[in-house]
């Protein structure tokens, strides 16, 4: 019985030392991250925290800077996509100007409405991660 438990004690301690939470794991992943949105490579990297959060949930210290990560990596694709938007309702309200027959209009003042409401979403999203931001520091 004594061995039993000596065993079992002996397992438990080795498994508990060997257990780091997967911080080297958690870590490096961290590391690609970085690497991928300094990159530019933004929605990778936010996949990526997401795949971190599921695999390392213990990995608290990674997480904290990967929260930090998925504030900057969503607020910087928040911009391009503002940018991309701000370009596509331009040249809509330019084809709008030139258009001649009320239909192509009518076609394009719908497009056109499209994209001011993305415009005003994308930029109430930049705004809500500033103001995180702030709180944060």
């Keep these: 019985m004594r061995r039993h438990i000596i065993i ?10 060997c257990d780091d939470n997967g911080s080297k794991e958690a870590q490096a992943m961290l590391d ?8 530019g490579h933004y929605a990778e990297a936010l996949d990526s925290i997401k795949s971190l959060r599921q695999r ?4 608290i210290r990674q997480r904290e800077q990967a929260l930090e990560i998925w504030q900057d990596a969503s607020l910087r694709l928040a ?19 030139n ?13 056109r409405d499209s994209l001011k409401v993305r415009y005003e979403a994308l930029c109430g999203t930049v705004r809500i991660i500033l103001r995180r931001q702030q709180e944060g520091k």
């Design 79 to 97: 911009r391009q996509d503002i940018a991309v938007t701000d370009s596509a309702l331009m040249a809509v309200e330019r084809q709008m100007a």
């Design 32 to 39: 690609n991250i970085c690497a991928l949105r300094d990159n």
């Design 8 to 17: 079992i004690a002996a397992t438990a301690f080795l498994l508990t030392a």
């Design 56 to 59: 390392f949930p213990k990995a």
């Design 99 to 111: 258009a001649t027959d009320i239909a192509t209009r009518n076609k394009l003042g719908v497009v």
